[in-house]
């Protein structure tokens, strides 16, 4: 109950100030009323004291705790300011990606394009190369046919072998139908023209020109000329090629059968 009576009464500077002491007397003022509100008024007063004292504590902790919180607060603010500033720099970086990409996929696109075309025209002209050459090909494979062919319809006639006779001095006779010529050897030359009639019928058949030793000339009917003459011996070492079939005949009279590529066909 005092300590309500006390809250109750609690020194206020109003009261200080209306407060009245009775006077006792003529000595004056009553010494215990004086000396109870001074220690009121101490007690009072050093409770404020203390309560500014733990106010002060109290602000002193508070203001830390701002400081603290205006850091929180500054750090987040920076924060924030970093993640703006980061999204603002990836959606730039990523509107630079998109647009070089784009750009890149243009530029392939119309490589792709150029390749594509130059490919196709490259094709068109291979084609066209290819067709082109393939004709000189043909053409070209007939006319080697059409030499060939003339080459060989020059083998078969015998004018050949008789210009290969006349250049190696070989004296050779042609029998009027059309079997291989028969090469002349010295005894056939040393025969006495004047042994018999069969002579005169060989002389019927060819003349021979003894003006010089290195030529042979025989005559011929036309119908001769069209058959196919049949290969022919000679001295060229370097086109001859060895006939099995005759090689005993080769033997006797020394020398080599010359066989072309249709002859050989034929004579195989």
């Known amino acids: 109950m005092a300590d309500e009576k006390k809250d109750t009464q609690k020194l206020t500077p109003i009261k ?12 004056g003022y009553d010494r215990h009323e004086v000396d109870s509100f001074l220690d009121q008024i101490i007690n009072d007063y050093g409770d404020v004291l203390d309560q500014n004292v733990d106010y002060k504590n109290k602000i002193i902790q508070l203001q830390d705790r701002v400081s603290n919180l205006q850091k929180q607060v500054a750090q ?7 993640t703006k500033e980061a999204i603002n720099n990836a959606k730039i970086k990523a509107e ?13 696109t119309e490589q792709a394009k150029i390749d594509t075309d130059y490919q196709r025209q490259q094709l068109e002209t291979i ?6 050459v393939k004709k000189e090909t043909s053409g070209y ?3 080697i046919q059409e030499l060939l062919q003339k080459a060989i319809e020059n083998l078969n006639d015998e004018k050949w072998q008789k210009a290969l006779d006349q250049y190696f001095d070989t004296e050779r006779f042609y029998p009027p139908d059309g079997a291989e010529p028969i090469m002349l050897t010295d005894e056939d030359e040393d025969v006495d023209e004047d042994d018999d009639d ?7 058949d060819f003349e021979v020109d003894n003006d010089t030793d290195d030529e042979v000339n025989f005559e011929q009917d036309s119908e001769e000329t069209n058959n196919s003459p049949q290969p022919m011996t000679g001295d060229s070492p370097s086109i001859e090629t060895v006939n099995d079939d ?9 020398g080599t059968t010359i066989i072309f590529p249709d002859d050989y066909k034929n004579h195989k």
Request: proline share 0%.
């Open 16 to 27: 200080i100030h209306n407060k009245e002491f009775k006077k006792r007397g003529l000595s």
């Open 127 to 132: 084609k066209l190369d290819y067709e082109r």
């Open 141 to 143: 494979r007939r006319y």
């Open 76 to 82: 987040y603010q920076q924060n924030e300011n970093a």
């Open 96 to 108: 630079r990606i998109i647009n070089d990409a784009t750009v890149q996929a243009n530029n392939a």
């Open 198 to 204: 069969d002579t005169d019928e060989e002389d019927e």
């Open 246 to 254: 005759d090689a005993a005949a080769d033997n006797n009279s020394g």
